[in-house]
Every structure is written in structure tokens, then in C-alpha cells.
């Protein structure tokens, strides 16, 4: 699913000459660029929304929790375990 297309679009480029609808010292030109459909616009900005830190962090707790719980479930499985082959 494209959510844009290839156009053709005009710029103003530094040049030693100047062209009537670029500032003094640019020149038009041409260039092909990728141009979004507005109606996706909002889905671009929210993937550059800025970095949610409380998110992130309860994130890596959750995560950090897991991994401490899953340690002490396994060694305290590999004590009966030993328990049980004496």
C-alpha cells in the first residue's frame, strides 16, 4: 500500500542567476521527489512523535521483573531437581 506518490516538483537551488519566482541568487529547478497523500499525513507524524520516557521505563521493568522471576523459578527448579537425584 503506497502512501504516496513520485512527482516532479520545482526548488530553489543556490545559482549565479536568478529566476523570477526564486529569491535573489536561486535558480528553479526540477527535481523528482516522493510527495505523501495527505490523507496519510497523520500516520507519518505520529510515528515521530517524541520518546515517551514513562513508557520506555515501565517498558524495561516489566521486562527486567520477568527475567529476575524466570532466574529464580529455574534455580529453584534445579534445586528439587538436585533434591531429587540424591
Do not use: H
Not at 527486567?64 to 538436585?82: D, E, R
Amino acid at each position: 500500500m503506497g502512501i504516496g506518490t513520485v512527482q516532479t516538483i520545482f526548488v530553489c537551488v543556490p545559482a549565479g542567476s536568478t529566476q523570477a519566482p526564486c529569491p535573489t541568487g536561486m535558480a528553479l529547478s526540477t527535481i523528482q521527489a516522493y510527495i505523501i497523500d495527505p490523507s496519510q499525513a497523520d500516520s507519518i507524524e505520529a510515528q515521530n512523535a517524541p520518546f515517551d520516557y514513562a513508557y520506555a521505563g515501565a517498558v524495561w521493568v516489566m521486562a527486567f521483573t520477568f527475567v529476575v522471576g524466570l532466574f529464580l523459578v529455574s534455580k529453584s527448579a534445579g534445586t528439587i531437581l538436585s533434591i531429587i537425584r540424591k
